[in-house]
Nanobody, 118 residues
């Protein structure tokens, strides 16, 4: 009943840029946190960046100064602008949404591949 649709992944050379977008639709209410996680082959899923409905952001140390997360509360969308990409940024990126409706609910997108070539 809740769908997260991601777009914007792809292949880019080191130093390049990509923008990921995610739109939440369906029966999702009271979203408080939106953001992105990533998982590289053989590694655990890790936080990349999150943003609250008040605009407070949180970034992994490895992406600070290079990535920017933003959201449109009215449209339930979240974006991730990725600049100065490095080969170590290669991973599947997952959109993440947390809402509160009597209980904390979390939703994940299907993932989009980002590959950075050296």
């Amino acid at each position: 009943q809740v769908q997260l649709v991601e777009s914007g992944g792809g292949l880019v050379q080191a130093g390049g840029s990509l923008k990921l977008s995610c739109a939440a639709s369906g029966r999702v209410f009271n979203i408080d946190v939106m953001g992105w996680y990533r998982q590289a082959p053989g590694k655990q899923r890790e936080l990349v960046a999150t943003i609250t409905n008040g605009g407070n952001t949180n970034y992994a140390d490895s992406v600070k100064g290079r990535f920017t997360v933003s959201r449109d509360n009215a449209k339930n969308t979240v974006n991730l602008q990725m600049n100065s990409l490095k080969p170590e940024d290669t991973a599947v990126y997952y959109c993440y949404v947390r809402s509160f409706w009597g209980a904390i609910l979390t939703y994940w997108g299907q993932g989009t591949q980002v590959t950075v070539s050296s």
